[in-house]
């Protein structure tokens, strides 16, 4: 008898065990979804404001985003004044942004392309105001010019941007952005001589490509006909 009641107190004692363990893996499962952009928002506001205090860029956080089929919705169309400029208004930066864009729309062209208002005096697109175009991928693209590629030299990159139909179209044409450079390479006597350029830049696989040759008198043209000139670098 005795035996058989150790054996009872023994097979108790190791479901109660079992159970406290069952319990405390479920309580840290690394899987446990915690994120507040997992609740569905009726409106935006509260969601402009979520992104604000708790994104960050980090992948859980996107793919809990990304869960939340109900924000899908206020990115399925980039109207002047939506959901972008909220979050820029708030303090969210054009990077996340962007990348809050590309969780949701395939069109990559249609992000960039956005417009949103800096203080009360012109639009720009998203392109301008995020770091997609970099010092370093404007070089890779001019380089290929080069006779001597590793002598180039960057002095500026200029975004110039025609604004006068933003309002009316809601946001930004390919043809309304152009982007140029300004640098110095050697020539194929081990000279250096000054260039300028048009560089191209992919609204649908965000690459840079070199455009064309320009003389400085086109450069300064095209700087003065431009409703607004972005300083790139």
């Not at 390479?185 to 300028?196: D, K, L």
């Amino acid at each position: 008898m005795k035996t058989i009641r150790k054996l009872l107190i023994y097979i108790l004692c190791a479901t109660i065990m079992f159970s406290l363990t069952a319990c405390t893996d479920d309580s840290d499962s690394p899987d446990e979804d915690t994120s507040r952009f997992t609740q569905e928002y009726t409106y935006d506001t509260q969601f402009v404001s979520d992104v604000k205090y708790y994104y960050n860029g980090s992948e859980t956080q996107k793919n809990n985003i990304k869960a939340n089929e109900r924000i899908a919705a206020y990115f399925d169309y980039s109207e002047l004044g939506g959901i972008h400029q909220k979050l820029y208004d708030k303090g969210v930066t054009a990077n996340q942004i962007v990348d809050l864009y590309k969780l949701f729309e395939d069109d990559l062209g249609s992000i960039y392309r956005i417009a949103i208002k800096v203080g009360t005096t012109h639009y720009e697109p998203l392109l301008a105001l995020s770091n997609t175009i970099t010092k370093t991928a404007v070089g890779e693209a001019i380089k290929p010019r080069l006779k001597n590629p590793e002598s180039l030299q960057l002095h500026s990159v200029v975004m110039c941007l025609k604004t006068s139909n933003v309002e009316k179209y809601g946001s930004f044409y390919g043809s309304d952005i152009h982007i140029y450079a300004d640098y110095s390479a050697q020539n194929g006597f081990g000279g250096m001589n000054r260039g300028y350029c048009s560089v191209n830049f992919s609204f649908f696989t965000c690459e840079l490509s070199f455009g064309q040759s320009i003389t400085s008198y086109n450069m300064s043209d095209y700087l003065s006909q431009a409703d607004y000139v972005k300083n790139i670098f």
